[in-house]
């Protein structure tokens, strides 16, 4: 395993529109957790599509080398069967497939083998359990009628369920009342204990870092990552706001 798991380079996307991301540099090792911030506009979500693969945004520049290999030419879902994984700040809803049934597909996906049903139902009621989700909604369509909290544990679930090498976190604390917080961030931090699992949690919240380790905290603005530093950061961000790292 390289000891690098994600490395960005000089990164710009673009749509019709103009360029979003004007030059993203950012380091992330096996196990480690950043968080971003930054203004609303400033590009955050369009980072984290950009480094899914999502096809809204074209790449102009620069490149993504995950675990040693460039993928920055690659579709979504090879990134995903590389280890890669979104959560989205708007979870899709998807009727006639069931939580349950969507999890097996996107497992077999990512292994390219049979699941081990026994062992997934299992696991599948273990994690629900500890997401507080009541186990019918296994059989309920993805997301179809869930409120925004059950929304975002659903994305925890599959979080948990995939075990991705690298998760992107987008807001999936925003909208949540206080217990459900807690709850995801309990699966959050499930999900860094369970294995080498690195973070990119793009977050306004200080409450959902709480228990975690975070290890570099990124301000970007306006399409750029104006200043890196540590866990500390967040706490400043959220006393003083964003303006000493507005430009003039
Ligand atoms: N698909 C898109 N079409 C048009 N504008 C977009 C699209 N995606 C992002 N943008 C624009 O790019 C900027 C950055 O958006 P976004 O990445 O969602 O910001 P953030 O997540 O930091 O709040 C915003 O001005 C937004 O309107
Ligand atoms: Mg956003």
Redesign the pocket.
Known sequence: MSDTLLQVSGLTAA???GE?LHGIDLTIRPGETHVLM????????????TLMGNP??RLTGGSIVFDGEDITELSADKRAQRGMFLSF?NPLEVPGLSMEAFLRSALRQKTGKPIKLFAFKKELEETMALLNMDPSYADRDLNVGFSGGEKKKAEILQLLMLNPRLAIL??TDSGLDVDAVRTVSAGIEAYQKKRDGALLI?THSTKILEALHVDYTHI?VK?KIVHTGDASLVEEINRNGFERFMPE
């Open positions: 749509i019709e529109e979003l930054g203004p609303n506009g400033a590009g955050k979500s369009t980072l984290g599509h809204v945004y700040q987008d807001e793009i970007l399409g």
